[in-house]
């Protein structure tokens, strides 16, 4: 029987919490693919570091080649963040005739056409659902069923931690500075924090969602973008008196005339819209198609479990491709 055999670039937070949905799930998983799925092989430093999993030694390499000169795996899953040199792993990855999964938003986003070249080039799959949205199955189903729409508009609320901090600025009336303390105690943010409070981070999804959605691809450092650690407030309370609520948005929309209008930046969203209850850490993708009308996607933005939901979730789907192939 064919196995999939899998190399894991990064053993991390997200590494760990992909390897233990594999662990938890297994049966659901090998039974909707349709054969075994392993993950045989681990690109990881830190070998010693404790981790609530079943890991050998044996499994650990230190030589990235190990993993993409090997001709009996089939996927390489890349979970070692940020640019580099997590892009040029991708695209080595991609080069060597294997499928590539990643959740790394900031080297899809820096190298999206880079990166979409080389799978084509090479015929193989590049997925990266959990780059967006972490658990929120936003990506397959734009391009998924919901392929048969023009898109006009996407307004998103895609970073948990900006969300966390003017929630609770909203909710509970605290200053900026204590409630950032509190999110980076509770794990919600970086200890340097700038990636997502300066809104960078939401930038890259950004620039994700536009090239799948409207066929478009802006570099991030091209999007126009502001964080919200200008917010007081006395801006909270300004946009309450207006029934409104002060979010982070990635937004991008096709203009009458066809060009696309496209920024991130904390703004108005009235108290009834969709979007005004999603609260905490929470990410959500409101979404216009011609066709389908609006459509919002709502769910846990990040974190281990969920994140590696997505990751797996995108394994599954290249692993049946393969056997529908006879690969």
Same mark, same amino acid.
């Given at each position: 029987?064919?196995?999939?055999? %899998? ?149 998103? %609320? ?101 060009? %696309? ?67």
């Amino acid at each position: 029987m064919k196995e999939i055999r %899998i190399g894991l670039l990064g053993l991390g937070n997200i590494g760990t919490g992909t390897y233990k949905v594999l662990e938890m799930n297994r049966k659901e998983i090998e039974d909707t693919v349709g054969c075994p799925v392993n993950i045989v092989k681990i690109l990881e430093k830190d070998i010693d570091r404790e981790r609530d999993i079943t890991v050998t030694r044996d499994m650990f390499v230190s030589d990235p080649e190990e993993i993409f000169s090997d001709p009996q795996i089939d996927i390489v899953i890349e979970l070692l963040g940020g640019v580099e040199p997590a892009a040029t792993l991708i695209e080595r990855a991609l080069r060597s005739g294997k499928h590539v999964v990643t959740a790394n938003k900031a080297a899809v986003a820096a190298n999206y056409s880079r990166l979409m070249d080389a799978a084509k080039e090479n015929g193989v799959t590049l997925r990266f659902e959990a780059s967006v949205g972490g658990g929120i199955p936003v990506l397959t189903a734009l391009t998924g069923c919901l392929k048969a729409n023009k898109f006009t508009r996407v307004l998103g %609320i895609v970073n948990g931690t900006t969300n966390y901090i003017l929630d609770r600025m909203t909710q509970e009336g605290l200053p900026y500075d204590e409630v950032l303390k509190d999110a980076q105690r509770l794990g919600f943010a970086e200890a340097d924090p700038t990636a997502d409070v300066e809104g960078i981070d939401a930038a890259n999804k950004l620039s994700i969602l536009m090239a799948l959605m409207f066929d478009h691809y802006v570099h991030p450092k091209d999007i126009p973008t502001k964080g919200i650690t200008e917010i007081t407030a006395e801006d909270i309370k300004s946009a309450e008196a207006d029934g409104c609520l002060i979010k982070l948005i990635a937004y991008a929309e096709i203009m009458e005339d066809g060009s %696309i209008k496209y920024e991130v930046r904390p703004m108005r969203i009235i108290n009834t819209h969709p979007l005004g209850g999603v609260h905490r850490e929470y990410n959500a993708v409101f979404v216009e198609g011609n066709v389908v009308g609006n459509l919002m996607f709502y769910g846990p933005g990040a974190g281990p479990l969920p994140t590696g939901s997505a990751v797996m979730g995108d394994c599954m789907e290249i692993a049946k491709a393969m056997l529908a192939k006879g690969e």
